[in-house]
């Protein structure tokens, strides 16, 4: 028998049901406390929206004033806000600050667990609580480990096009609180909503979305929660109240990379038996007979088969029940067409014809750092096209943008680690036959680089680095470029270069879209 003792996992928080706030006119003259500045918009909209409705603010980070100086002064040069009731508590905490508080509006990045400050407030709220609390919009959630956001993206974009008045934020750096005031019963908002974001919901019963879809699930953020499991039950978060009326799409295909020491290959079936939704599904090959939701077919061609229940509550009436909903996309790689089938179920619930949502997401053409395609130029008698990955922060991710193209690229990838197994990353692109190796390889420093080079080397993988920062990367790439070293694969005209990290940015780079920012502006200098 063992003496180890193993550490309890922390305990799960759970929130009142409802919000602290029985309605925006109640925010009126409240002491608020926003822990969370930052500079992805997210703080800035919160304080924006409190103070325009009548609250004293106090926005508080650990983050210095110069450090958030283009947030301080977008709020401060704003005339149309009442800056006396706002006080800024930057570069530290106070506990008075969360104690004298009628509400603390946290960030969803902040744990809870552990957190004197949070343990000290009288109530806590988060900008998606307070949107939920105040919209009687329809809501269409997503999340996952894998594609959020570009499924957002795409269900959003087709949205759109299709006549809707909608609206995207949460986790894709969009803050609901920014279009609260133009949402109502006909405007349906798409939310892509991280594992932190649905934490802080547990208890509320405020989400009840018409969809839900949990994309692909793999390890993540195994660095901030204590196993596979507990980041798996805050996913669950996003169907937990939905009811029969509602729609919930799951994966249906068995993937080993989904285990993270669970031995569940399927979270799918797992969310499907817990889920008291109607339940759709998600494949890369036809769906047995019975099992509604979408697939791909052996070219790629998106198939859809619903009810006759489900079509006869849509707006149009269609006779088949099976039905071809997508074809050619703009964008590349398989795991994207998996994606943008989602989006095109979820356009199908609303009530899209299928020859429209064909026509509509044959269009889209993507999102920012995600295969983001940006500069092209040509060296010698080949064209040279850079793509911006920034986004792919898990090594699943970054392998699969190197088969995205459909032939051998030049890989770019490398960060900071966050307790993850990087070995996909290798296994992902090492010569066995079926995988389609880079044509060279590049690595940018970081912890999660360090744990990535014994894996290239056990593969036999050849690289060039680590280099300390992207300018030294770049920099040494078009020299081997321009010196022969790298001519493009098969002596095409034309060569893909993608950055793709597989892991976070902390350190070198504010976050994974001001890495993608840098990677660009970097690239357009060097290469121009």
Partial sequence: MSDVIE????????????????????IKDKHVTVMGLGLNGGGEATVRFLLQHGAYVIATDMKTEADLQTTVDSLNNDAKLDTSRLTYRLGEHRIEDFENADCVIKNPGVKYDGNKYLASAKAIETDISLFLAFSKAPIIAVTGSKGKSSTVSAIYYGLKQSGFNAFLGGNITVSPLTFLDQTDETTPVVLELSSWQLADLRGRRLLKPK??????????????????????????????????KDFAIFDFDSDPAADGGTLIDNWGDIFAKECKATILSYSKKQLPEGILGVWQDKKGVGKARLSTQILDTLPQDYEKTTETVLKDLIVPGKHMRSNVLNAALVLRIMGVSPDRIIEVLGRWNGIEHRLEFFHECKIGKTTYRFYNDSAATVPEAAAEATQAFGSPVVFLTGGTDKGLD???????????????????????????????????DANRIPYNGPFENLDKLLETLKSDIESGKIASEGGKSAQVIVFSPGATSFGMFKNEFDRGNQFKSKVKKIFS
């Fill in 422 to 456: 990087l070995s996909p990353i290798a296994v992902g692109i090492r010569d066995n036959g079926k995988n389609i190796v880079p044509l060279a390889n590049y690595l940018l420093a970081g912890s999660a680089t360090d744990k990535l080079i014994p894996d290239f």
């Fill in 211 to 244: 969809v839900s879809i949990i994309t692909k699930i793999i390890p993540d953020h195994q660095n901030f929660y204590h196993s596979m499991l507990a980041y798996v039950n805050d996913k669950k978060l996003i169907y937990a109240d939905q009811t029969k």
């Fill in 7 to 26: 550490p309890k996992p922390p305990a799960i928080h759970f929130y009142p049901a409802g919000c602290f706030f029985k309605s925006i006119d109640d």
